[in-house]
């Protein structure tokens, strides 16, 4: 049996608002899930339901086996096994790093308390800001400061909403390396929400996809990459380009290559982006309408170009909506 289990949980808050519909998701002990959605999706009633700070409509959630009760049948809210990291942390301002971390271990064993705090410092790599107040630390800083301390009282399960979303890319790109280590050395157990599935890729391979409250897809992003079950999950890796024939037929820019021979498709190239790896072409296929985005390694084409392009048949996906 699986060690965290929501089955079939559903919330609506009114009349017009189903936040979540009949959502199954099973964690095995050590396993980190990526919960991928946009604003208004489910995510955070979700994560709440799962910490038994919500009260769900239907459904369960059951850690190792015991049932999670939620606020309706339990006199204090949530679960010292479960922490919940929000996007707004909050961590005691008048307190350093080291007594922040330490704090969730006030009632246990002097020595045991120390000795995890430093081990999680030395984790973290916040040793040199031990002695620092939350104000003093950047934003990213202080949400690995909020981490650690969520971790300090060894929970079974952790629950991430959306930890980074107000950081920078290049901090977040940093803070997301670390806390990759960090995770992998400690085998944590959880949910990380994000709008974003290049963040939660960092940190597991395991996802699943949450729209208007429903689950779309979970499993292994290779099989949500080869197989998306619609349109929606496909488009959360690369944009994707629908034929000109219809019928819900997509290729990904990778499928696609410009010809030499005059061979495919023509269109003229509306614009060129210089991005890290490649160029990315938006290009205008002749007599359709359509505005395909492809790559160009090269570099070598540019914006005005007349262009045929081609692709293997073997790459057409097709889609619902
Ligand atoms: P996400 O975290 O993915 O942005 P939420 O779980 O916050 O989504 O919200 C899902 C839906 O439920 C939204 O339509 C939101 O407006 C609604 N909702 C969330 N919390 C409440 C609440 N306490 N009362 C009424 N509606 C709510
Ligand atoms: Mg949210």
Not at 44 to 69: K, N, Y
Not at 270 to 298: A, M
Request: aromatic residues 8%.
């Amino acid at each position: 049996m699986s060690f965290f289990c929501l089955r079939g949980i559903s919330k609506r808050f009114d009349k017009d608002t189903q936040a979540l519909s009949g959502i199954t998701l099973e964690l095995a002990k050590g396993q980190l899930l990526g919960l991928i959605g946009e604003s208004g999706s489910g995510k955070s009633t979700f994560l709440r339901i799962a910490a038994g700070l919500e009260t769900q409509d239907r459904g369960e959630v059951l850690l190792d086996g015991e049932p999670i009760l939620n606020p309706s049948q339990k006199l204090v809210a949530g679960y010292d096994q479960i922490q919940l990291v929000h996007q707004q942390f909050k961590l005691y301002p008048n307190s350093t790093v080291e007594e922040n971390i330490r704090r969730p271990l006030l009632l246990y064993d002097k020595s045991y308390a120390q000795e995890r705090t430093e081990y999680l410092l030395d984790a973290f790599n916040l040793e040199s800001m031990r002695r620092r107040l939350p104000r003093e630390l950047s934003g990213g800083q202080q949400q690995k400061v909020a981490i650690a301390k969520a971790l300090s009282s060894e929970p079974e399960v952790l629950l991430f909403d959306e930890p980074f979303s107000h950081l920078d890319s290049l901090q977040k790109r940093q803070l997301l390396l670390e806390i990759q280590a960090v995770f992998r050395k400690l085998h944590v157990t959880g949910i990380w929400v994000t709008h974003d599935i290049s963040d939660a890729l960092m940190l597991t391979p395991y996802i699943a996809v949450l729209r208007k409250g429903t689950l779309i897809q979970q499993g292994n992003v290779e099989e949500l990459f080869n197989h998306p079950k619609n349109r929606y999950v496909a488009s959360l890796f690369t944009p994707i380009n629908p034929l000109p024939e219809g019928r819900g037929r997509f290729l990904r820019p990778t499928a696609i290559r410009v010809s030499t021979d005059g061979e495919g498709l023509a269109g003229r190239i509306t614009s060129c982006c210089f991005l890290p790896y490649h160029n990315q072409l938006t290009v205008c296929l002749t007599g359709t309408g359509l505005e395909w985005i492809i790559l160009d390694e090269r570099r070598i084409f540019r914006q005005g170009d007349l262009v045929s392009l081609v692709f293997p048949r073997g790459e057409i996906m097709t889609l619902s909506e």
